[in-house]
């Protein structure tokens, strides 16, 4: 992973100003690199949460360099509360969210997130417990599939991969990422040139399911907003619509808000320039989104 390239890295720093030190918290460390970045650009210290246990192992070695200043810690982002309050720490001077999937999980074998290989369709981000997109495929019904590929992938087609799930699954069960790719691709008509594979939006359905990707984020949004001190600034990086409205909106009602007093700086998401996308084109779908806790 050494060639890992945090998205939107600039504008993070930008944005955190990390230059005016303090305790900075990181809220999905992933691979280490934005806290790296941070770290490098003047933050005197670091909370690092990720729910990947493979992550934090290679942050740590990312970060060896500055390890009497980071600690991280095996927890879901939502859990900022009680990680915080565990370590007695009130408020911090900046907190960053990178929402997207890391290139760990995207490009380690065995993890089940790509159809790019055949291998166990698995997509848990804690591997630590849980049902498997596997499970979920082999367990719900036609309209929870169908709902769910709707939902979450916003999938025009998703009552047909449904029902063509439901009828692959009594012959053999659906439990590889090959079997569930080529099953989504028959379902949806072909109709010339597609600008993306058939299966991806089956498959971010299903990763956003088995995580509860969207469940609470609004919450922790506010959760995180409280835990500022004045001056100190919110980022959120997201990487499908689904997330970026929630941020959007929830920012917009925290600014409205008598009690936040948070004010948005970024009306429009910020996203990647020519530059980042030629040299990372996994940028291309990442939007930034940034508060500032006013008192």
């Not at 907190?95 to 074998?109: C, E, I, M, T």
Request: charge should be positive; hydrophobic fraction near 45%.
């Amino acid at each position: 992973m050494d060639g890992h390239i945090p998205v939107l890295a600039a504008e993070v720093l930008q944005h955190l100003q990390p230059e005016r030190g303090g305790l900075f918290v990181d809220c999905t460390v992933g691979l280490g690199g934005h806290a790296r970045a941070l770290l490098d650009g003047g933050a005197t210290r670091l909370i690092g949460l990720d729910r990947d246990e493979e992550a934090l192992a290679l942050a740590k070695e990312a970060l060896a360099a500055w390890r009497d200043r980071v600690e991280l810690v095996h927890a879901d982002y939502r859990a900022i509360d009680a990680v915080l309050d565990a370590r007695g720490v009130t408020l911090v001077d900046g907190a960053l969210a990178d929402l997207g999937v890391s290139s760990l999980q995207f490009d380690a074998p065995g993890r089940g997130f790509s159809f790019q290989r055949d291998e166990p369709l698995d997509m848990r981000m804690d591997r630590g417990g849980g049902e498997t997109a596997a499970d979920l495929v082999a367990r719900s019904t036609e309209r929870e599939l169908a709902d769910a590929i709707f939902a979450y992938g916003e999938e025009r087609f998703s009552r047909r991969i449904a029902r063509a799930l439901v009828d692959a699954r009594r012959e053999a069960p659906v439990d590889t990422t090959g079997r569930l790719a080529s099953i989504v691709r028959r379902a949806i008509p072909r109709r010339g040139y597609m600008r993306i594979d058939p299966a991806t939006r089956t498959f971010q359905a299903l990763r956003i399911w088995v995580n509860r990707e969207l469940e609470g984020l609004d919450r922790f949004l506010e959760a995180a907003a409280r835990r500022l001190r004045a001056g100190a600034r919110l980022v959120v990086i997201t990487f499908h619509s689904l997330e970026d409205r929630i941020v959007k909106h929830t920012f917009r009602a925290l600014e409205h808000s008598r009690d936040a007093a948070v004010k948005v700086l970024t009306k429009r998401p910020v996203v990647a320039g020519d530059d980042e996308l030629r040299r990372n084109p996994r940028a291309r779908s990442a939007k930034l989104r940034a508060a500032e806790r006013l008192a």
